[in-house]
């Protein structure tokens, strides 16, 4: 048990290593964020097209389909902190050309596309090793707190990021929205740098990094528990998540607003996400986890339905902080579960195949969603993939039930 007061969050933040990587992270969340309302929003004002929302959040997400399990294998094998370091560096300076070209108004819709895309690659190789890390953090106890002040740290970005975008956006010009991104990139990629990690992981084997790839899948697909955990969450992402990309059309096209409406509904999911997250960090516990995890993703699929079904600002607005709540809920404790029960040799390559499923899903999502939206209006596409998630959620619970013992088992 984590003791009283802020419980489990106490007890992470007293790792050095811990402070300094969440440091790093915020940062680099928030700007994330801020980047992200600032391609949504340009991608709007130069197309008017949800198709164009959905293919600019494909460029950015579905490169981590092909190369995220390369990320997951180069990360075990070279070292965690070498592979997010250099990364984020490398993102920093994709971030910076970017601004030149929004500054010197030469980027066309084309060329936006093509470094939203340069982006998510390197973003594949970033993102297991900044997950996989975590674990080296903190100890094994802690493990879940740490996660879940990560996961309400990156959803409290969700909440503040978006605020300080819209702010940018209408009184200093897009631009500069997207030169925050890239110095958030450079403070981050510096913080990861001072991290004194001694254990650098690799595999075990010297085989071939296709031979290491087959294996991460191999024991994703042969461990029940992982499988069964990994199933709901992709089902969520790709049904659920693309909410997000979808926002400036229920902005423009349902409540008739503009950036400062955008920022609104991102900051109610944000804020709601950013205290399911410190929820689970205070828990910092692993028992009861599956059962968290079906029960809040239940929530935020009928959350979702609302939202998509009414037309009313505060209702809306109301609707997205429970799904924001449960969604975050529900994806910090399946990351939690994989990462207790991973074998840790094989830890980057697993947690790599969770953060396709979490960035590449919304990517397939919002490509059919806006795709049909085009044709029916946003809402329609959005309330059926409420729906079809809840069935699918009666499906895969029986199963991710049973598994539960073997998955919050501690000490092992």
């Not at 969440?22 to 980047?35: A, D, E, F, S, Y």
């Not at 075990?76 to 971030?95: E, K, N």
């Not at 030169?179 to 992981?201: H, P, W």
Request: one cysteine or more.
């Amino acid at each position: 048990m984590a003791g009283a007061g802020f419980g489990g969050i106490t007890k992470a933040f007293e790792s050095r290593n811990f402070r300094v990587y969440w440091i790093g992270n915020l940062t680099h969340t928030i700007t994330v964020w801020v980047n992200r309302m600032a391609i949504a929003w340009l991608t709007w004002e130069i197309t008017h097209s949800t198709t164009w929302l959905g293919i600019m959040a494909a460029a950015n997400m579905l490169p981590s389909i092909v190369l995220g399990p390369l990320g997951g294998v180069t990360a075990d094998r070279f070292g965690h902190r070498f592979q997010l370091v250099t990364a984020t560096y490398i993102g920093g300076g994709i971030a910076a050309l970017m601004t030149v070209l929004v500054a010197l108004d030469k980027v066309s819709i084309g060329w936006l596309a093509f470094l939203v895309a340069l982006t998510g690659v390197i973003r594949a190789f970033n993102v297991p090793a900044r997950t996989a890390m975590v674990s080296n953090l903190v100890e094994r106890q802690y493990l879940s707190s740490a996660i879940g002040i990560n996961s309400a740290s990156f959803h409290g970005g969700n909440f503040v990021g978006p605020v300080i975008g819209g702010l940018l956006i209408n009184y200093f010009g897009i631009s500069l929205a997207f030169l925050a991104y890239a110095a958030g990139e450079f403070i981050a990629a510096t913080s990861f740098l001072m991290l004194k990690i001694n254990v650098v992981q690799r595999s075990s084997k010297g085989g071939s990094l296709l031979a290491d790839l087959v294996e991460g899948f191999r024991y994703t697909w042969n461990h029940s528990g992982i499988f069964a955990v990994l199933s709901l969450s992709l089902v969520s992402a790709i049904l659920i998540n693309p909410y997000i990309e979808m926002l400036p059309a229920f902005v423009s096209k349902v409540y008739r607003m503009d950036a400062e409406g955008l920022a609104w509904l991102t900051a109610s999911t944000g804020g709601g996400a950013m205290v399911g997250g410190l929820w689970i960090a205070r828990r910092g516990r692993l028992d009861g986890l599956v059962r968290i995890q079906l029960v809040t993703l239940a929530l935020a699929y009928v959350s979702i339905f609302i939202f998509a079904w009414t037309d009313r600002m505060p209702l809306a607005m109301a609707a997205l902080a429970v799904a924001g709540f449960s969604l975050v809920a529900a994806q910090t404790s399946a990351s939690t579960l994989v990462q207790n029960a991973v074998d840790p040799r094989l830890r980057a390559r697993v947690v790599s195949l969770n953060g396709v499923i979490i960035v590449s899903g919304p990517a397939i999502g919002a490509l059919l969603i806006g795709a049909i939206a085009e044709r029916t209006g946003v809402q329609a596409p959005v309330m059926a993939a409420a729906v079809i998630a809840l069935a699918c959620l009666a499906l895969l619970a029986p199963k991710s039930a049973q598994t539960a013992a073997a998955l919050e088992q501690e000490g092992k």
